[in-house]
Nanobody, 117 residues
């Protein structure tokens, strides 16, 4: 499956953005989908996931502010980000994996989110 992330941009602290991850090839509904992010000078970190059965989980740092959702008919995975903070500034990546595996086999190219304080 090929993944294309989009929707990043510059936003003021307290604002909102919606990231999209469009999938092509493969059977989208069969994959666990996740968002990761990497801030400048930091390791990549997990942000949110929506499993193939649409169970969601979040990093503590974004819980209550971010919502992951998926539209299997359109093959799009979303990240709705509210109450953005300067520390949310990062390149955001979407990724897909098979449910029974731990490693993500497919990655999008990343989209930059910059939050100004």
């Amino acid at each position: 499956v090929q993944l294309q992330a989009s929707g990043g941009g510059l936003v003021q602290a307290g604002g909102s953005l919606r990231l999209s991850c469009a999938a092509s090839g493969g059977t989208f509904s069969n994959y666990d989908m996740s968002w990761f992010r990497q801030a400048p000078g930091k390791e990549r970190e997990f942000v949110a996931t929506a499993t193939w059965i649409d169970s969601t989980s979040y990093a503590e740092s974004v819980k209550g502010r971010f919502t992951a959702s998926r539209d299997n008919a359109k093959k799009i995975f979303y990240l709705h980000m509210n109450t953005l903070k300067a520390e949310d500034t990062a390149v955001y990546y979407c990724a897909a994996k098979w449910p029974r595996l731990s490693e993500y086999a497919y990655w999008g190219q990343g989209t930059l989110v910059t939050v100004s304080s």
